[in-house]
């Protein structure tokens, strides 16, 4: 069963922008370095930008400038917006939490959502 749950998915225009949301419990979420990937078709999971308990953030560079990873502690959710969409975007989006900050690897996360899909008409 998935430990977070992402949403803020669908279908938008190049050049558009979507802000995707990862909900979580409080246990998989507080003190946690939270991370989001991409996993497009036939390629293999990707990292996108990651966010430390405390509020660093640090961002793929070929995403850099086009998103913004935030953090609401009340409501134990995390975002991701991103702006100025592009065909390449089009992936299934996850979050994961409780890995490791500065070494964002997919294999380091331990709690995962089902993804949320994104896909970007040209």
């Known amino acids: 069963q998935a430990q977070l749950i992402e949403s803020g998915g669908g279908l938008v225009q190049a050049g558009g922008s979507l802000r995707l949301s990862c909900a979580a419990s409080p246990r998989h979420f507080r003190f946690m370095d939270m991370a989001w990937f991409r996993q497009a078709p036939g390629k293999e999971r990707e990292f996108v930008a990651a966010?430390?308990?405390?509020?660093?953030?640090r961002y793929a560079e070929s995403l850099r400038g086009r998103t913004t990873i935030s953090r609401d502690n009340a409501n134990h959710t995390w975002y991701l917006q991103v702006n100025d969409l592009i065909p390449e975007d089009t992936a299934v989006y996850y979050c994961a939490s409780g890995g490791n900050f500065r070494a964002p690897a997919p294999r380091t996360f331990p709690n995962w959502g089902r993804g949320t899909q994104v896909t970007v008409s040209s």
């Open positions: 966010i430390s308990f405390t509020g660093n953030t």
